[in-house]
């Protein structure tokens, strides 16, 4: 078993029950030591009081959240959360305990904490403390709640997400009764700031088994993203798709690699189609302007959920490019690489392959390894796709007689040119040019 609590960690350990207290490793750093998987990171809970933590490490704290009784030490490389032995009093609003009370009972403490498989503590010789079943239900992949499944979730919704971040993160199979408790809860939710949901969603959608869990929960994603509850078996009547759009939209998910923007890219691609769809007198279905359609609605969302505004944007544009088509020669090519630069284009690529390997056929392959072989082809003769790459700059122009605006306008018309292959980025070549536009101005660099 790989569960060896790292030294530093086994430090602090030591010099709490040196000092006469109870001291735990406890939660999601015991879990994935259990699963064999390395901690993020390392919670530590122990009976002594904050006061108490901070004599014993003098000069090595910071009060991180004194009142909920958690100290962070710092140990080495990074800051270890050393928590009081707590139990939560009532919740009132279904987000926070209205008051916290320290308790001598390791007992009580693992007993608020989320879910069975969240609810261990280990000593510093590896002894577990598992009150409720918490090893059973790791090893046949669990997740459950502690206690009475809706009245967890009653006290706080978060608690819903965090069930299907865990699920689709490790793969386990929600219980019957926490599973049915999270739906039934579902519209608690709407108590929830919209970052918290956002920071659990993101994660559960670069989790490794997100897709069962997007399958089978919809109506609990759709109390924050009601956009998506029509497109759940939505008939797309379309002889390229064979699936409803929402199942499309999850393979479109899995078929990109787990990262934030391109699984959110994939999420929002076709938002826009249940609006934008008719019918033609062949009975077939189309979707004329969904990607515009797909970008708005997808705007508001990522604004819902204050998502923020760099990422919001590289979505956007990518959902709005992801169904134009880019004709595959090098001019097509190089207009492209010239609108989105280097990087957009090569995630561009990745969510063209994707919408396409969530469709009926996978005819549309080849076309994009086309537009990869031209891609390269135009890289191999460093063509210029930026005005960073441009062999003239602003100041050249200026010394040519340009000012102000019309600066800009020069070069972005000589890049046009160079992009378009109609010349080549040559420095002598492109200042003739821009001279003769400016009607044989003085001031020329040779
Ligand atoms: P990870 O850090 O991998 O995201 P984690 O389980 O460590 O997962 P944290 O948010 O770091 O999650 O919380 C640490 C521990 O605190 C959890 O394992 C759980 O025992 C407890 N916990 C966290 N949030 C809640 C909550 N909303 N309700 C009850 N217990 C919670
Ligand atoms: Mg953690």
């Not at 009081?84 to 007993?111: C, I, M, W």
């Not at 409720?132 to 206690?147: A, F, H, K, T």
Request: glycine share 8%; proline share 3%.
């Amino acid at each position: 078993m790989k569960n060896v609590i790292p030294q530093d960690i086994a430090e602090v350990l030591d010099k709490l029950s040196g000092s006469g207290y109870e001291a735990w490793c406890v939660g999601g750093c015991v879990r994935d030591m259990l699963l064999g998987a390395d901690p993020q990171d390392w919670d530590v809970t122990t009976s002594a009081l904050p006061e108490q933590v901070e004599r014993i490490f003098p000069g090595r704290t910071i009060p991180t959240g004194v009142k909920h009784g958690t100290v962070t030490v710092l140990s080495g490389v990074r800051g270890i959360e050393v928590t009081t032995f707590r139990r939560d009093g009532a919740y009132l609003d279904g987000r926070h305990p209205e008051q916290v009370t320290f308790t001598a009972s390791l007992r009580e403490d693992l007993a608020r904490r989320d879910f069975t498989v969240n609810a261990m503590a280990m000593g510093v010789d590896g002894t577990i403390v598992d009150c409720w079943g918490g090893r059973e239900d790791l090893s046949r992949g669990i997740l459950r709640c502690v206690g009475e499944a809706d009245r967890r979730f009653e006290e706080d919704a978060l608690r819903i997400m965090r069930a299907l971040r865990f699920a689709a993160v490790l793969g386990f199979t929600i219980e019957q009764e926490t599973s049915d408790s999270l739906r039934r809860s579902r519209q608690r939710l709407r108590a929830i700031a919209a970052e918290r949901i956002y920071a659990e969603f993101t994660k559960l959608i670069c989790g490794k088994h997100m897709a069962p869990i997007l399958r089978e929960y919809p109506d609990v994603l759709a109390v924050f993203l009601p956009e998506i509850a029509p497109m759940v078996g939505f008939d797309q009547r379309n002889p390229h798709h064979c699936y409803d759009l929402w199942e499309h939209t999850i393979r479109a998910m899995e078929a990109v690699p787990p990262e934030a923007v391109l699984r959110y890219t994939m999420l929002l691609h076709d938002v826009g189609k249940v609006k934008s769809f008719t019918v033609d007198e062949k009975g077939v279905g189309h979707f004329y302007g969904h990607p515009q359609l797909s970008r708005e609605m997808g705007d508001a969302i990522a604004r819902r959920l204050k998502m923020d505004n760099e990422r919001r944007e590289l979505i956007l544009t990518l959902v709005e490019w992801h169904d134009r088509v880019i004709p595959r020669t090098e001019k097509g090519v190089a207009r492209a690489l010239r609108k989105l630069g280097e990087e957009r284009f090569r995630l561009l690529i990745q969510v063209k392959r994707a919408d396409n390997l969530a469709q009926a056929s996978q005819v549309f392959q080849k076309e994009i390894d086309r537009l990869e072989e031209i891609w390269a082809n135009l890289a191999a003769q460093s063509r210029c796709f930026s005005l960073r790459q441009l062999a003239v700059n602003g100041r050249d122009l200026m010394e040519l007689g340009y000012r102000g605006e019309e600066i800009g306008r020069e070069l972005e018309r000589l890049l046009d040119l160079v992009v378009d292959g109609a010349k080549a980025n040559d420095r002598r070549e492109l200042l003739d040019i821009a001279r003769r536009r400016k009607g044989g101005a003085k001031g020329s660099t040779f």
